[in-house]
């Protein structure tokens, strides 16, 4: 459990808040690099509680600025997109991604107003199919920041995403959390033997195969610069005397999580604070070997129930919410055909957690063993958030080097009372 105190610490993010400060000395994502056209329209983007733009000029340089004109609040999402910055459509003032307004046309020739309005605009660059942005102090900007996938086109990399409506921290405790699996997921993840996780191509239903059907993992705990990494051990169905199954997630703060993927795959997810109510969801999977076809592509995206325009609305709300009871079929479950009567991994995953309400009461929990991870994260972004409002600590990864690109998780069997960081280590070629 979390003290209401805590409770707040780790779930608010505004810009006066410590958690709010934390996070805006990371880079974070903002949209994805094929959101914005250059001269195109500007892209509506809230993040950490603050109603932003997000803009590709004609010149292809990239903005992120107040969605609010200066002048007098309308919106910039309306704005032209001109070579010299957002024209606003009411009185044509132009704001460019320097933080200045440049024009202001219905003020008499010589007024120097403009030299006084400040508007926020904050660092963003791509790194490969996202665009990352920096809310925090200029003078404190990080290392750019690139994953694995950031050198890969994107003919090679699959993005779905999706609005959540809960806290980011409630979004992230879900995959910092192993045994999960074993219940929620058992339509989609199915115990198999075989030596490690595979993905069943040929059923129309997402489903991987794991080689345990072990529901009580133990949780072994790592720190990282970057944050930590947890093994969950389990017995395997084939030689469980002698061999012991791994899988080792990471938790990169303040809101990534790197986890196994079928062969040929990495993946990764991101819990981005719209604000602290609602979460933007992001599933990476790529392939550094070889372009993903589309018929791979679409049957992702179905199966996962992450299709825009069928299973969420343009603006990533999906049809499943509270007021359907996230269109659970109960049918299916008394007929025995599945255990949530909920179609797909994720959509498994948002329902728990938008279940739980918009912010949690951490404080009414009982934790056992299965949550060591999660115990674990709480631990290490409330510690960083205090130590940084306190005594201006470097957050965790910032102050040291971390390469984030060789970042990776790992999955397979080790011998019984072996180190389960083998698994970790990368094949001999
Ligand atoms: S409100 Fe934008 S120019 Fe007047
Ligand atoms: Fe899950």
Known sequence: MLTADKNETLCRTGASTPMGQLMRRYWLPVCLAADLVAGGAPKRVRLLG??????????????????ACPH????????????????????????????????????????????????AAYP?????????????????????????????PASHVIVMRSREECNWAQCIEGVLDSAHSNYLHSDGIKPKGGLSITEDTDLKVAQFTRPSNDGAPRLEVEQQPYGFRYAALRRPMKNPESNTYVRVTLYVAPVYSIFPAPKGWASMQMFVPIDDEHTMFYYVLWKREAPIDEDTRERYLEQHGMRVGLDMDEQ????????????????????????????????????????????????????GASDLAVIHFRRTIIDAAEKLAREGAA??????????????????????????????EPEPA
């Open 50 to 67: 603050e109603n932003l733009v997000a803009f590709r000029s004609p010149d292809g340089s990239l903005g992120l600025i107040d969605e």
């Open 395 to 424: 957050p965790v990864g910032l102050g040291q080097q971390v390469d984030y690109k060789a970042l990776s998780s790992g999955e397979g069997m080790v011998p019984v009372g072996a180190d389960w960081r083998l698994v970790c």
């Open 72 to 119: 007098r609040g309308v919106s910039l999402a309306l704005a032209r997109n001109e070579e010299c910055g957002l024209r606003c459509l009411y009185h044509g003032w132009v704001m460019n991604g320097d933080g200045q307004v440049a024009e202001t046309p219905a003020e008499p020739e010589g007024s120097r107003m403009k030299e006084r309005v400040k508007f």
């Open 124 to 152: 963003v660059r791509e790194s490969g199919v996202f665009v990352f942005g920096y809310m925090g102090p200029p003078d404190l900007q990080p290392p750019p920041l690139d994953f694995d996938f950031s050198d890969l």
């Open 316 to 367: 990533f709300r999906k049809i499943g919410k509270r007021d359907n009871n996230w269109m659970q079929d109960r049918e299916s479950m008394t007929s025995g055909r599945s255990f949530s009567g909920i179609y797909g991994i994720n959509t498994e995953d948002f329902a728990v957690q938008e279940s739980m309400g918009p912010i949690v009461n951490r404080a009414r929990e009982h934790l």
